[in-house]
Structures are given as structure tokens and as C-alpha cells.
């Protein structure tokens, strides 16, 4: 009985921790490493303070903020 449990125990790991590692590929290669994410992000506030849409002020205190991330 004990080794009938101790089966299912290993079993279920068996498929959960490959599950996890599967999951955080797949989460990371859609999203990016957070050095892309904040690259992407700076490139996306430079285009609207160049275009106008932000002031100097707005763009200079979210620049600082998303490179602090």
C-alpha cells in the first residue's frame, strides 16, 4: 500500500515538474527577459515625446521609472 502511494507521488511529479518548467519557458519567450520588456517600453515613450504626445517632464519621470524596473 505504502509503495502503491509512494508510485502515484512519483508519477504525479513526474509530470508536474516538467510541467512548471515547461509553463516558465513558454511564459519567458512570449514576454521577454524584463531588460527586453523595458527596452521595448522605452522605445514606445521615445516615439510620443518625439511626436508630441508627452511633455519633456512626463518623459524624463516615466524614463526614470522604467529604468528603475
Same mark, same amino acid.
Given at each position: 500500500?505504502?509503495?502503491?502511494?509512494?508510485?502515484?507521488?512519483?508519477?504525479?511529479?513526474?509530470?508536474?515538474?516538467?510541467?512548471?518548467?515547461?509553463? *516558465?519557458?513558454?511564459?519567458? *519567450?512570449?514576454?521577454?527577459?524584463?531588460?527586453?520588456?523595458?527596452?521595448?517600453?522605452? *522605445?514606445?515613450?521615445?516615439?510620443?515625446?518625439?511626436?508630441?504626445?508627452?511633455?519633456?517632464?512626463?518623459?524624463?519621470?516615466?524614463?526614470?521609472?522604467? *529604468?528603475?524596473?
Amino acid at each position: 500500500m505504502f509503495e502503491d502511494q509512494m508510485i502515484k507521488v512519483a508519477t504525479g511529479l513526474a509530470f508536474i515538474i516538467p510541467g512548471i518548467f515547461i509553463l *516558465r519557458w513558454l511564459l519567458n *519567450r512570449s514576454t521577454g527577459s524584463p531588460e527586453e520588456w523595458a527596452e521595448h517600453h522605452i *522605445r514606445i515613450l521615445q516615439q510620443k515625446h518625439a511626436s508630441g504626445e508627452i511633455d519633456d517632464e512626463t518623459y524624463q519621470t516615466r524614463l526614470k521609472e522604467l *529604468r528603475e524596473e
